[in-house]
């Protein structure tokens, strides 16, 4: 694996049957990158799409040839958080994030999170600038929040959305789940480890195309995976410190007695 290019940024773009979606994403990130001086590259996963993304893809690629996007077409659906973890194997860039290929995010929104690139070992977002989510999707986003909070120890304002991490961070972990809670996992794995983050504020909208796929059995399954294996390895962390003095006093001991 090459060593990351100083500044660069890797663009992860997931796409689950977002034609019409994905290209509008893809022409945002190079008109927001025009603003910057860093290096990048996009990355798109098709996971396995039954539409025409792939070939959105392929059409939006060719405008830009002097950032051609890696296309990467899966077989068979992976789910979003396995797709996260194969984009940053493969990533080039010194820093990794997240472009969801459904447009939903706003050109300020990237903007505001590219702005404070290498201030904090993660960048992390949260809503509240124009809100655009409806009362049950901020109410369930709250209550996730607060249950993540309250079962790792950590205290941030959002867990899911576009982190700018530095690439090798996320290649140091992965996800027990394949679904919408792997951000919230990585972030708790990280935060345990003691990485420095910046939580920044940017304004949100919902996707103008088609239906989100967040509320399905398979992603409420997956979420409930999350909060348990947060929540397990908080009293993994707990049992550590409680165990961890009476080793050390009992090493000590032995060191004195020879």
């Known amino acids: 694996m090459n060593p990351p290019i100083r500044n660069s940024v890797t663009l992860f773009v997931p796409c689950l049957n977002e034609e019409g979606n994905v290209g509008r994403a893809i022409e945002r990130i190079h ?3 025009t603003d910057f001086p860093y290096e990048y590259e996009i990355i798109v996963i098709d996971d396995a799409s039954a539409d025409g993304t792939a070939r959105e893809v392929e059409v939006y690629s060719a405008r830009y040839p002097e950032h051609p996007v890696r296309l990467v077409r899966n077989r068979f659906c992976r789910g979003l958080g396995r797709n996260y973890f194969i984009a940053a194997q493969r990533a080039r860039g010194e820093y990794f994030m997240l472009v969801n290929g459904d447009a939903a995010e706003p050109a300020e929104a990237l903007r505001t999170i590219l702005e404070h690139l290498g201030e904090a070992d993660a960048i992390v977002p949260y809503f509240g600038l124009n809100e655009t989510r409806t009362p049950p999707r901020r109410m369930l986003s709250y209550l996730f929040t607060q249950l993540v909070n309250v079962l790792s120890g950590h205290r941030l304002h959002y867990y899911n959305g576009p982190v700018l991490h530095k690439t090798e961070n996320v290649r140091l972990w992965f996800a027990e789940t394949a679904g919408f809670g ?3 996992e990585l972030l708790c794995r990280l935060l345990d480890e003691g990485i420095t983050v910046k939580e920044v504020q940017i304004p949100n909208s919902d996707r103008e195309r088609g239906a989100s796929k967040a ?12 909060l348990f294996h947060v929540f397990l ?22 060191q004195r007695a020879t």
């Open 233 to 254: 390895r908080r009293l993994e962390r707990l049992a550590f410190r409680i165990l961890t003095p009476g080793i050390r006093r009992r090493g000590s001991a032995a």
């Open 31 to 33: 008109d927001v990158m």
């Open 182 to 184: 792997y951000q919230a």
């Open 215 to 226: 509320f399905t059995v398979r992603n409420l399954l997956s979420v409930a995976n999350t």
